[in-house]
T-cell receptor
Framework: DAGVIQSPRHEVTEMGQEVTLRCKPISGHDYLFWYRQTMMRGLELLIYFNNNVPIDDSGMPEDRFSAKMPNASFSTLKIQPSEPRDSAVYFC??????????????FGSGTRLTVV | GQQLNQSPQSMFIQEGEDVSMNCTSSSIFNTWLWYKQDPGEGPVLLIALYKAGELTSNGRLTAQFGITRKDSFLNISASIPSDVGIYFCAGPKETSGSRLTFGEGTQLTVNP
């Protein structure tokens, strides 16, 4: 299995531009999570999906952030318009179920976003 | 905000030394997970603990689930340069069970 695949690995954009981050979860996994990592706040959960349905988006910073999962093999996280404070590493993770012995999320390699 | 407190924040050790780090919470956790993040990569699961008092090993790594269910520790024996990275504890809060909360991480540096 190729694991969780994220693209792009690096993104540099100007303030005000739209940014779209992409994620392909592991085939068969029914949960997908978007995390943001910064030095100040560590790993923060932004939103997660179960069977393509958003379950909890309380971690999404503000309306500029949106996430979709149109099918089981693809999800996007969009920031519009982007701001310098959005600069961070964004991780996608997936898992099979939330049963007691399935808490081991598999993370992608992340997208390092820099907004200038 | 973060619910898990990790210590120490960073460690600088010599190759061959043993390492110990811990994680505490004010809330009860029913699962503890330890992840390692290599530079430029996402976190990778090292050890999972599911029962209070459980002691689990994975090679040179040993982790324990505290009996109060509010703490866990991770030990690394005979450290090697490739142990460098950030180590995170994580766990689902008992009330939610559906989201992982991560500690702030312990940055480990191993000098050859």
């Amino acid at each position: 299995d190729a694991g969780v695949i994220q693209s792009p690995r690096h993104e540099v954009t100007e303030m005000g531009q739209e940014v779209t981050l992409r994620c392909k979860p592991i085939s068969g996994h029914d949960y997908l999570f978007w995390y943001r990592q910064t030095m100040m706040r560590g790993l923060e959960l932004l939103i997660y999906f179960n069977n393509n349905v958003p379950i909890d988006d309380s971690g999404m910073p503000e309306d500029r952030f949106s996430a979709k999962m149109p099918n089981a093999s693809f999800s996007t996280l969009k920031i519009q318009p982007s701001e310098p404070r959005d600069s961070a590493v964004y991780f996608c993770a997936s898992s099979f179920g939330l049963l007691l012995h399935n808490y081991g999320y598999t993370f992608g390699s992340g997208t390092r976003l820099t907004v200038v | 905000g973060q619910q898990l407190n990790q210590s120490p924040q960073s460690m600088f050790i010599q190759e061959g030394e043993d390492v110990s780090m811990n994680c505490t919470s004010s809330s009860i956790f029913n699962t503890w997970l330890w992840y390692k993040q290599d530079p430029g990569e996402g976190p990778v699961l090292l050890i999972a603990l599911y029962k209070a008092g459980e002691l689990t090993s994975n090679g040179r790594l040993t982790a324990q689930f505290g009996i109060t269910r509010k703490d866990s520790f991770l030990n690394i024996s005979a450290s090697i340069p490739s142990d460098v990275g950030i180590y995170f504890c994580a766990g689902p809060k008992e009330t939610s069970g559906s989201r992982l909360t991560f500690g702030e991480g312990t940055q480990l540096t191993v000098n050859p």
